[in-house]
């Protein structure tokens, strides 16, 4: 009796790993053919960009939402932003088209892993809007201020985790526009935080730099500091203050702490402890 349980065992874990090589080459298939249309999609001699959008748009959801999705890096995604939490709780893909250099159109889903190895699909919706100075807003998946997305930060409070979000917005020719905002999760769906960031004398629901798109700044975590540091924007000259198309770095650093639950801004970095 024991030798035939043992061999009845055996052939249901063949066929699991059967089931599971199956699954997980139709995964790399998935990503083939998607990186395929990426490709095609940033190519300059492409004739009907808005054909291969629909394509993508009708294959990547249910490439992402595919059983063991959600365990499957999509590290062949050269093309668009793939970013993971450490926790490995949430991942995020966002690509973008540019209909002219003053006009870009933003997409993105949000995998949010649930309990016995299920998870969520969410689709993030540009809502076209501009980002500029907007520092107080009402965002969600429906209703998103269009950006890609390239790194995920995990903190925690009270038993609760934010996953902040470092984003960049192509914006315009003029200026370049980079965001620091915050999701959580609530009863498995992916949320906005609200006033998670003080600047000193208010919170805000997230951190908008802009600048011109003639200069780089840099945005960044750092692990050895224990936070978010970026580059501090000053006019190029007096006369353009508040006009952000003239800004750029001056050589100093600001940066954000995590503390009590609240991403506090901390000015004058010095710079010699930035790794």
Known sequence: MTRFVIIGICFLLAGSISAQESQYLDLVKSELLLEDLFIQLYSDSLSDREQVLTTILDIMPDALAAEGAMDFPWKGLSRIGVVTSDDQKIRIFTWHVTDDPDHHRYFGYIQVAMKKGKFELYP??????????????????????????????STSHKRKTYYTLLGMDFNDTRSTIKTIEALTIQRNQPRFVKELFFDGRDNQDRMVLEYSSQVAISVR???????????????FHPVYENNYEFYGPDGSFEGLEFEDGIWILRTDIDARNIN
């Open 221 to 235: 975590f750092d692990e050895g500091m224990g936070m978010i540091t970026f580059d501090h924007l000053v006019p």
């Open 124 to 153: 993030l919706r540009d809502n076209g809007m501009r980002q500029r100075g907007v520092i107080k807003l009402e965002q969600s998946t429906d209703n998103w201020y269009g950006k890609l997305y390239y790194n995920i930060i």
